[in-house]
Structure formats: structure tokens, C-alpha cells
């Protein structure tokens, strides 16, 4: 039962990562039709600077809302300079500008920095546990759980309760109609890419304080299972990537330990893929079918 | 070259025609048998530079032209899955991988012949093609997009992490060489090597003779493509890439022909791995990394996609213009450029250069001229939405 738990804690503490980058993802297919491949370099960006502050003695705290800062204005920076262009392009356009995008960042952080990974100190308290019922937790899975839930809460008010919120869904709806009924599309795909970029900055303070380390390479890899977790959600809906996340990473975890015998957890990733894939054969929509965002 | 299509009653509609009202009808098989003539003369012009120019620069455009034969070879392979079927694969490496990885085990575990082992991985790999797309093709384009690039990391990753493993049905019992984990895989190329020095023996510099191999290879695909675009088949198949649905109305089987046609690019693809193997003697899991696939998307449509030579075309160009970047130290060095930052052209740096490089042209591209350069702007009419 402890270990149940145990496990339990850990995959959500693991899922909520993904949970937040797909939710970011999904928000901005939803008003684009991008699958945001250069998604994860704006928590590359937020490690560059949360490693640059850090060797300045700044603390974590500072760190931390900088770095929330710098990840939503380098994906307002990223939407302008180049999205913008190619809006309402062809899938592979689009792709193919996303991917361009993540690769130019990356190469700038190997020639301004280093192609070496960076390391800086993590907060002193990251491998703390504390004893609840007899149960030993890691107080970082929890204050990750705990921040993800209140910031997955935030999001849910604003996109219910505000004027921008609701913008931002009708965009996603039909973007057209939308803009028939005055909604500024400049304005709201802005918005789209700025709270996207925001989540991934919560993303990358709790990847961050566990990693300890920025390198140019790093943004593709962090990515990649929050996209895999917003496409097994259903990639245009939002209720539907926060699900994809939890349960990614609730997988991998359960994979580790119970599925895999010892020594072979290096195929954990393969057996969560094959799950995956199992999944894509009898649900090809994922979790939630979303009408309008025609994947089959 | 044009001679009269063959109505066959499989073609998926009207035999294609110059200036025919019918969709298909763009679907114009003459424009592809300029390879004939494109492809002699690129070989003919390296020979030429390789003459003229003083010994260690020819000696060093050869080499540059391995590199861009390699990088050919795998476009041409993913030319099978963008270019004539529409299909996102973004993943393309992992076919390299899967090639490149069972040619050397089999070769370095089981001494078996290089050319058979050649042929067993480019099989295993369509194989490979076959697993995948078979749940991943029925997803919308840029879905198999995420699914095939994830698959590519994945099985970089496993292979990364099984250093330990023994595949005894590979190696032989007893061999702990596993798929050789980080350390990569060695010792498997000295077989090919001399093969090259028997059939070769008056070439005398082994970067040609790699090339000679390489562009060997590259001719029986094009031949292959050439042919398989001109077939009822390929026809299919872009019939699919223009409207997978009035396809599938026409009675084609549009699942069994993509998938079909992700096993063959597959099979193609898992010759650039081996090439990328047997020149490098070494192989090791970060050779694989998903810039890699997009060196290769951005090589086939520099050239043009859904044409036959524009992926080697492309590749070659691709690769000149990443080679030209290594001489940016002598250029900043030069009193004309002295605004230059040394360190920001430095040879460390190299490398991240060509990444930017790669980075921009990718938008630059995919932005101003999608049909590349040997393209037609109607072939490539691919409105997903």
C-alpha cells in the first residue's frame, strides 16, 4: 500500500511537468493548428538565465520569477518574430518553421555559451522527504503536485471567467468566426502564445530545480513527452493534455516499477511507447475526441 | 523520353496529360527524366573539380561529396514518404539507425558478409516501417509527425541504455557486444574496405572510392524511384498526397498504399545509415539525434520534393554550403572582414554555426521557395486544411 502510494505520488510529481507543456501545446493548436516543436526552447531560455543569475548568487526565489518571465516573452518573442509568418500555412510549413526556430535556438546558446552543459545549484531542500502516515515523500514531488494544481486552477478560471479566456477558446473554436465577432486575432494568438509560455516557464522552474543544469540541446528533449502527452490526449483539447500528461507520466513510473524487471529500466521509455502505440491502434483520437481538430 | 502512359485500369483515374483539365492531370511524369542527364553531369563536373583544383582542396571536395552522397541517399528514401505519399514522418533517422546498428552487429558479431548484412538491415528497417506506420499511419499528417519523431528519440534512448544487453541471436553467444550502448559499435567496415580496394583497385584514394560506392548506390535508386513514380503505384500514392479521400473513392486502398510506401523509404533510408556507418567506422547513438532527420528534410526540399533528383540535388548543396562554413575562420581572419568577432567564428564553433545555418535555411525555405529547386509550385499544392 506505502509503495502504491509512493508510486502514485511520484508519477503525478512526474505527470505534472508533462501536464503543463502539453496544456501550453495544446492552447496554441487550438488557435493555430502549430504543433509547437520549439515549445521547449523557452525553458532552454529559462535555464540559460536561471544558470546565469545563479552564478550571480541571486536566489531561488528571484530565479524562479524570472525565469516564469523570461519563458512568457521569449514565446510572445518567438510567436512575432516567427510564427507570425507562416500563420495559416500548410501542416508542414508550419512544422518544419517550429523545428526551424528550435534548432536556431539552440545553435545560439552553443555558440554564445557553450555545447558543454552549464551546472548550477540546485535549492538545498530538492531531495528532503518527509514521513506523512508513515509514508516517506519527496517535498519536491509534492510542492510540484501542489503547484501544478493551483496553477492548472488558474488557468481554468481564466479561460472560463475572462473576457480573454473566453476570446481564447472561441479562437480555438473557429478561428474565422471568431474573428468575425471581433475578436483581435493578433491579439489573442499573442495571448495564446504568451500563457503557453508561461506554463512552460512553471515547466521549467520544477525541471529546473531538480536538473540543475541548462544546455543548448536540452529544450527538444524536456518537450518531447509533453508533446506525446498532448496527442494522447487529443491534441486540441485542454482537458484533454492535462489528462495525456498525468497519465504519461503515471505510466512511466508504473512501468519502472512494476512492469520491468531489474536491470532493464533503461527500455522504460520503449514500453511506455508501446503502450502508447496500442493506445493510437483502438483510440486514434485519444482520450477526448474533439470534433474540429479532424486527426483520423 | 515521353512516351505514351499506359491506361491502366489501376492508375487511379485518367492517364495523366499534359495540360489535361483533370487534376491528376499535374501529375507529369516527363519533368522527372531530366535525372538522366542531371546526374552524370554532377558526377562529371565533381571529376572535373577534383582535377583542377590543387591536391588537398580536390581531395577535400571529394570528401565533402561523400558527405552530401550520404545525406542524399537518406532523402532520397524520405523523397518516398514526403514527396510521392504526403507523409510527415519526422522520425526518418531511426530507419538510418536501424540500419546502420544491424549491419554493424551482424558484421562485427557475426562476421557475416557486408553486403548481405546490408541487406538484412535495409529489410529490418522497412520492417521497422511497416510496425510503425501500421499505427501510426492512420493518425492525420502532423500527428504522425509527433509520433514519428518520438519513435526516432525513443529508440536512441533504448539503445543508449542497453549497452549491457547481449542479443545473442545477433552476436553470437557468448559476445557481450550488445548494441555496444554509449560506446558505440567498432570494427566493422575493414571487410567493405578491402572489397573497395579489390573492385577498385585504381582508385587509389578511399574518399573516392566511398563516393564511387555511395553514388553507385544512388543510381539504382533513382532508377528505382523513377520507375516506382511512374508506376500505378506511385501514381497512387500522389494521388493520396493530393486528396486522400477522392483516393480512397477511386477504390485504392490508400492505409495499405502508405504504409507500403513507409516500408519503402524505409528500406532506402536504411542504406544512408549504413553509408553514414561504413564511413565513419564507428557508430554510437548520438550520431542519431532528430537534428540529424532534419538535415535530411531540409536537403530534399532544398532540391525539390516529390522529384526524383532534387534530393541529391539538394543533399549536394546542402552539404557545399556547410562546408563553405568551416572556412569562416580564414574569411574573418581576412583584413576585409576584420568586423568579424574571432570567437564568434572560431573552429570550437563551427559546428553551432552550421546549426544556425541550418536552422535559418530551414525557414527561409520552407517560407519563400517550398518547392524547391527543381520543384514546380503545382506539384506541390498540398493544402492539408
Redesign the interface.
Known amino acids: 500500500m506505502t509503495d502504491i502510494i509512493q508510486q502514485l505520488i511520484d508519477g503525478l510529481g512526474r505527470g505534472s511537468g508533462y501536464a503543463l507543456l502539453a496544456l501550453g501545446l495544446a492552447i496554441i493548436f487550438g488557435v493555430m493548428h502549430l504543433v509547437n516543436f520549439a515549445h521547449g526552447e523557452v525553458i532552454t531560455v529559462s535555464a540559460y538565465l536561471g544558470y546565469w543569475l545563479s552564478i550571480h548568487g541571486t536566489s531561488w526565489w528571484l530565479i524562479a520569477l524570472a525565469a516564469l518571465g523570461a519563458s512568457t516573452l521569449t514565446a510572445v518573442i518567438i510567436e512575432f518574430v516567427a510564427f507570425r509568418r507562416v500563420r495559416g500555412a500548410e501542416d508542414f510549413t508550419m512544422l518544419l518553421t517550429s523545428f526551424g526556430v528550435a534548432i536556431v535556438v539552440r545553435a545560439g546558446f552553443s555558440m554564445w555559451v557553450s555545447t558543454k552543459p552549464r551546472q548550477f545549484d540546485k535549492p538545498g531542500w530538492i531531495f528532503n522527504t518527509v514521513k506523512v502516515f508513515g509514508i516517506s515523500l519527496e517535498v519536491y514531488d509534492l510542492i510540484v503536485i501542489g503547484v501544478t494544481a493551483v496553477t492548472l486552477a488558474a488557468v481554468a478560471y481564466l479561460l472560463r471567467r475572462t473576457m480573454f479566456g473566453v476570446s481564447l477558446r472561441a479562437a480555438a473554436e473557429d478561428f474565422d468566426a471568431a474573428r468575425l465577432m471581433g475578436i483581435r486575432a493578433n491579439r489573442v494568438i499573442s495571448g495564446a502564445f504568451a500563457l503557453s509560455g508561461l506554463l512552460a516557464g512553471v515547466a521549467a522552474v520544477m525541471i529546473l530545480m531538480r536538473r540543475g543544469q541548462a544546455e543548448p540541446g536540452m529544450g527538444l528533449d524536456i518537450l518531447l513527452p509533453g508533446v506525446l502527452a498532448a496527442v494522447i490526449g487529443g491534441l486540441g483539447s485542454l482537458s484533454g493534455a492535462v489528462l495525456g500528461g498525468f497519465a504519461l507520466g503515471l505510466a512511466e513510473v508504473m512501468v519502472r516499477a512494476w512492469i520491468l524487471p531489474e536491470g532493464f529500466t533503461g527500455l522504460t521509455d520503449g514500453v511506455v511507447f508501446a503502450l502508447i502505440a496500442i493506445l493510437f491502434i483502438f483510440r486514434p483520437e485519444g482520450f477526448i475526441r474533439v470534433g474540429h481538430a479532424e486527426r483520423v | 523520353m515521353t512516351s505514351p502512359e499506359p491506361v491502366s485500369p489501376d492508375s487511379g483515374g485518367p492517364p495523366p496529360r499534359r495540360g489535361a483539365a483533370s487534376p491528376l492531370a499535374r501529375i507529369l511524369p516527363e519533368v522527372d527524366d531530366r535525372w538522366m542527364a542531371h546526374w552524370p553531369m554532377m558526377l562529371l563536373g565533381l571529376v572535373i573539380l577534383y582535377n583542377v583544383l590543387p591536391g588537398a582542396y580536390g581531395e577535400y571536395v571529394v570528401s565533402v561529396a561523400v558527405l552530401g552522397s550520404m545525406f542524399a541517399i537518406g532523402a532520397l528514401g524520405l523523397n518516398v514518404h514526403?514527396g510521392f505519399a504526403g507523409l510527415?514522418n519526422?522520425g526518418h533517422v531511426m530507419f538510418l539507425m536501424v540500419g546502420a546498428y544491424t549491419t554493424a552487429l551482424l558484421v562485427s558479431g557475426r562476421g557475416m558478409n557486408i553486403f548481405l548484412a546490408m541487406l538484412i538491415g535495409a529489410v529490418v528497417a522497412s520492417v521497422l516501417g511497416l510496425v510503425v506506420g501500421?499505427?501510426?499511419l492512420?493518425?492525420?499528417?502532423?500527428?504522425l509527425?509527433?509520433?514519428t519523431?518520438?519513435?526516432a528519440?525513443?529508440?536512441r534512448?533504448?539503445i543508449?541504455?542497453?549497452g549491457?544487453f547481449r542479443v545473442d541471436p545477433l552476436t553470437g553467444s557468448g559476445k557481450t557486444i550488445g548494441t555496444g550502448g554509449v560506446f558505440g559499435v567498432q570494427n566493422f567496415s575493414s571487410g567493405f574496405n578491402s572489397f573497395l580496394d579489390t573492385t577498385l583497385p585504381f582508385v587509389n584514394s578511399h574518399a573516392w572510392q566511398l563516393f564511387i560506392f555511395n553514388a553507385v548506390v544512388i543510381t539504382i535508386i533513382l532508377y528505382m524511384t523513377w520507375t516506382l513514380r511512374r508506376s500505378p503505384w506511385g501514381r497512387a500514392l500522389r494521388a493520396i498526397r493530393e486528396d486522400e479521400d477522392i483516393a480512397a473513392a477511386l477504390g485504392k486502398p490508400t492505409f495499405l498504399l502508405k504504409l507500403q510506401a513507409f516500408a519503402v523509404g524505409g528500406f532506402i533510408g536504411a542504406f544512408a545509415g549504413v553509408a553514414f556507418a561504413l564511413n565513419n567506422n564507428f557508430i554510437d547513438p548520438d550520431t542519431w539525434?532528430?537534428?540529424f532527420t532534419?538535415r535530411i528534410?531540409i536537403a530534399m526540399?532544398m532540391g525539390g520534393a516529390g522529384t526524383i533528383f532534387g534530393p541529391v540535388l539538394g543533399a549536394m548543396l546542402l552539404q557545399s554550403i556547410f562546408s563553405l562554413v568551416r572556412f569562416l575562420p580564414n574569411i574573418a581572419a581576412s583584413p576585409l572582414f576584420g568586423w568579424i568577432p574571432e570567437s564568434?567564428v572560431s573552429s570550437n564553433?563551427i559546428?553551432?554555426?552550421?546549426?544556425?545555418l541550418?536552422?535559418?535555411?530551414?525557414?527561409l525555405v520552407?517560407?519563400f521557395r517550398?518547392q524547391g529547386v527543381l520543384g514546380s509550385r503545382e506539384d506541390l499544392i498540398?493544402?492539408?486544411?
Request: proline content about 4%; charged content about 15%; overall charge positive.
Open positions: 514526403y510527415l519526422f501500421a499505427f501510426s492512420r493518425l492525420r499528417t502532423d500527428y509527425a509527433i509520433v519523431i518520438a519513435m528519440e525513443m529508440g534512448v533504448i543508449k541504455n542497453s549491457s539525434l532528430p537534428i532534419f528534410w526540399i564568434l564553433r559546428f553551432a554555426l552550421q546549426g544556425m541550418l536552422g535559418l535555411l530551414i525557414m520552407v517560407i517550398p498540398l493544402e492539408g486544411t
